[in-house]
């Protein structure tokens, strides 16, 4: 996984493979027809709030750094 080579957080190691798997479910929904494109925007809700946005912040501040 090329995100976790270059960079990451306590948060990050524990959530990574979790948001992974919903962002691939989704996405492979979405192609396949399963799902109308408007299930992206739930997906988005869901990655947040499982961690994508606080993980966002912190290799964002590790940056900045």
Same mark, same amino acid.
């Not at 960079?7 to 919903?22: G, H, I, N, Q, V």
């Not at 979405?30 to 925007?41: H, P, R």
């Given at each position: 996984d090329w995100s976790s080579d270059v960079?990451?957080?306590?948060? =990050? =190691?524990?959530?990574?493979?979790?948001?992974?798997?919903?962002q691939d479910e989704t996405f492979?929904?979405?192609?396949?027809?399963?799902?109308?494109?408007?299930?992206?925007?739930?997906?988005?809700t869901q990655w947040n709030e499982q961690g994508g946005s606080t993980i966002q912040e912190e290799i964002a501040e590790m940056y900045m750094k």
């Open positions: 960079c990451s957080s306590d948060l =990050m =190691m524990k959530r990574w493979s979790t948001l992974l798997a919903l492979v929904k979405i192609i396949s027809g399963s799902l109308g494109i408007e299930a992206f925007d739930d997906f988005v």
